[in-house]
């Protein structure tokens, strides 16, 4: 198995886990913002998830930044494709830029 095999293959598997873990991890932080709106707490148990969930959305902030930035470049349109990275996270930008190194 090379590694177009790989990519083809687990590239929208690892994409479909992140949308989900980037989809609950802001609704950690939604719910955690309820809390503190509402004078409650989270159960202690979510603390470390949170702490995960704040660095997750901070890097995959990050990774659609850089996608907006890039994304005219490559023929793309930059929100759209900042969207679009900030939910697949890394693997977005591999294929921003990878098409690039295709079609070049």
Do not use: C
């Amino acid at each position: 198995m090379n590694l177009k095999d790989i990519k083809e293959k687990l590239f929208p598997i690892f994409k479909i886990i992140s949308i989900a873990l980037i989809t609950s991890a802001i609704g950690l932080e939604l719910w955690n913002i309820q809390t503190s709106i509402t004078n409650s707490q989270l159960p202690s148990i979510l603390t470390p998830p949170l702490i995960i969930a704040h660095i997750a959305l901070s890097a995959h902030f990050l990774e659609a930044l850089i996608a907006a930035y890039y994304a005219p470049e490559r023929n793309q349109i930059s929100i759209k494709y900042a969207a679009y990275t900030f939910f697949v996270g890394i693997f977005g930008l591999l294929e921003l830029f990878n098409n690039d190194q295709e079609q070049g």
